[in-house]
Every structure is written in structure tokens, then in C-alpha cells.
């Protein structure tokens, strides 16, 4: 059993985020979604980042380290999107976390990852977000830190395929990641 912190998308605490972590409880995980807006969860990606903008990274980073705040040292650090972004910018500060999980974006700094640190990877191919470049460069950085990482591919689904209420929703890719996810996180 793993203790995660799930951070959600620019979209905000949507049903989807609280739909994995259900999943993921009945695997026998204890998850927290913890709010980083504070505010109702977007409608669209543009209404998403207007809220980022209005809320301000900054204090969407302080919202994600107040949340971990009396969790065990070792939490799996996890998130879609922009919050794949914020469990890679808050690592750094869990130098003990059991594994970083990013879900439709690539996150995490490679000067926090410790050797063999668990790191895995779920991104749409291609992704509108994550270029092939800037992918690359990223996964040699990981590597180079000393990551055990691996990376899935989806081809043909959108960018948070995962999300069963956006159009990007592919549902075959879903199910493979949530096997590759469970998979990956058994006996942490």
C-alpha cells in the first residue's frame, strides 16, 4: 500500500482526478486530492489557465506543500498535467518519496531525483504539451540523474485522455495506463 498525492490538471479538482484516486483506493492506496485552486474546477483549458494566472503558480505551489504536510515522507508524489509539473517542482523538498507518477505531462527536475528513484511516465503521442525535443531532453536528463524511469506512449489520444468527461477521452489508452499505474505501484 502506497500513500500518493494526486495534483490535478489547470483544469482544476475535476471528477476524473477524483475518480483515479477512487481507483487507486480500491487497490489499496490511500490518496489525497488535495484543491490547489481553491475554486470551482474549469470548464475549458482556456478557463484553466485564467485561473492559474488569477490564482498564481506561487501559491499553487504553497497550496501542493501544505497538502503534504503529515504525509509519510515516502508518499509517491503524482499528478496530470500542470500538476505532474507541481509533484516534479515539490520532489526536491521529498528527497524520500517512494516514486514521482506524471500523468499526461512530464514533471520533475532532474537535480532532485535520487538514484533509482521510480519514475513513470503516461503521455499522449504526440502530445500538444510535451514536444518530441523537449521530451528527449527531458528523459535524458532523468535518466542521467540516475531515474528508473519509464515512459508510455499512447498514440492517436488527446492530451488528458484519461478524462472520460473531455473530448480528448480515449478509452482503450485509459485502461492500459491504469494497469501500467496499478502495476507500477504495487508494493510501494
Known sequence: ???IMLFHSVYGLRPAVLATAGRLRAAGHRVATPDLYGAPAADTVAEGFAL????GQ???LDRAR????GLP???VLAGFSMGAGVAGAVLAERP????LLLLSGAGGAPEAVRRGLPVQLHLADPDEYDTEPE???WREAMTGAGAALSVHRYPGAG???TDPDLPDHDPVAAERTWARVLAFLDGR
Open 1 to 3: 500500500m502506497a500513500h
Open 159 to 161: 492530451h488528458l485522455y
Open 66 to 69: 501544505a497538502a503534504l504536510r
Open 73 to 75: 515522507a515516502d508518499a
Open 58 to 60: 506561487d501559491t499553487v
Open 52 to 55: 492559474l494566472d488569477k490564482i
Open 135 to 137: 521530451l528527449d531532453e
Open 96 to 99: 524520500d518519496a517512494a516514486a
